[in-house]
């Protein structure tokens, strides 16, 4: 397990690692481009293509956000597209300015890919969303893997994933480091047995840090330190 420090955050114990398993909005990637277009853009839009008051809009589709919130549904832009007779990409591609790397990531994965290990992007993410991220953003060269959980037929907070996950890319828990910057998949990552977990205190650089005190967290990615060679 990792060994606690003066400060009582836990020093990663990149000895013990073999697998480095990271989420992408938030984790890597800024959340603020996702918050802004749900919070902001998309019930702008969809006011003025219906003809109806953002006041309206604004507790109507937070409603229907959050009855299916935690479930894959929540992350399928097929999903929305439908439920609400948008195109959603082209709404993402309206502000697509927005898309960032968080600080110091990339020189994170350069190293830890340098190290040897196993990398994987693992993400709830829909692959149009992911496809349009990776070719804004680049970072997709830096993994051996990259997983959606639509390809696995269900979200990572959701009962099953992580076996269905190990079954396509096999991998030890007990040797795997995983950073999200969601609790709830966090948890389901700790059930399953995941030994080195980290969340993210600023998954949006414009917004408030997170509570995250059941687990230890990165304020940025330095703060995981340099892993050894494997």
Same mark, same amino acid.
């Given at each position: 397990?990792?060994?606690?420090?003066?400060?009582?955050?836990? !020093?990663?114990?990149?000895?013990?690692? =073999?697998?480095?398993?990271?989420?992408?909005?938030?984790?890597?990637?800024?959340?603020? %481009?996702?918050?802004?277009?749900?919070?902001?853009? @998309?019930? #702008?839009?969809?006011?003025?293509?219906?003809?109806?008051?953002?006041?309206?809009?604004?507790?109507?589709?937070?409603?229907?956000?959050? !009855?299916?919130?935690?479930?894959?549904?929540? +992350? $399928?832009?097929? +999903?929305?597209?439908?439920?609400?007779?948008?195109?959603?990409?082209?709404?993402?591609?309206?502000?697509?300015?927005?898309?960032?790397? *968080?600080?110091?990531?990339?020189?994170? @994965?350069?190293?830890?890919?340098?190290?040897?290990?196993? #990398?994987?992007?693992?993400?709830? !993410?829909?692959?149009?969303?992911?496809?349009?991220?990776?070719? $804004?953003?680049?970072?997709?060269? *830096? %993994? *051996? &893997?990259? #997983?959606?959980?639509?390809?696995?037929? $269900?979200?990572?907070?959701?009962?099953? %994933?992580?076996?269905?996950?190990? =079954? &396509?890319?096999?991998?030890?828990?007990?040797?795997?480091?995983?950073?999200?910057?969601? @609790?709830?998949?966090?948890?389901?990552? &700790?059930? +399953?047995?995941?030994?080195?977990?980290?969340?993210? &205190?600023?998954?949006?650089?414009?917004?408030? =840090?997170?509570?995250?005190?059941?687990?230890? !967290?990165?304020?940025?990615?330095?703060? @995981?330190?340099?892993?050894?060679? #494997?």
């Amino acid at each position: 397990m990792d060994r606690p420090t003066k400060t009582g955050f836990p !020093a990663l114990a990149w000895e013990q690692v =073999e697998t480095v398993m990271l989420d992408m909005d938030g984790t890597l990637l800024d959340l603020h %481009f996702d918050n802004h277009f749900w919070q902001e853009h @998309l019930p #702008v839009r969809l006011a003025q293509m219906r003809g109806l008051d953002e006041a309206e809009v604004r507790p109507w589709l937070r409603a229907r956000t959050n !009855a299916v919130r935690g479930q894959l549904s929540w +992350y $399928c832009l097929d +999903y929305w597209a439908r439920e609400l007779g948008v195109d959603i990409m082209s709404l993402k591609r309206e502000i697509i300015h927005l898309i960032s790397v *968080h600080e110091h990531v990339e020189p994170f @994965l350069d190293a830890v890919r340098r190290s040897g290990r196993q #990398v994987m992007l693992v993400t709830n !993410a829909h692959r149009n969303s992911l496809d349009l991220k990776l070719a $804004c953003t680049e970072i997709g060269c *830096h %993994f *051996h &893997r990259v #997983v959606t959980a639509h390809d696995l037929g $269900c979200a990572k907070e959701e009962p099953g %994933f992580w076996d269905r996950l190990r =079954e &396509r890319i096999p991998f030890d828990p007990e040797r795997s480091l995983f950073v999200d910057d969601n @609790l709830a998949v966090l948890r389901a990552a &700790r059930d +399953y047995g995941i030994a080195h977990l980290r969340a993210v &205190r600023r998954p949006d650089s414009r917004g408030d =840090e997170v509570e995250t005190d059941e687990f230890p !967290a990165i304020g940025d990615f330095r703060e @995981l330190g340099k892993p050894s060679e #494997v």
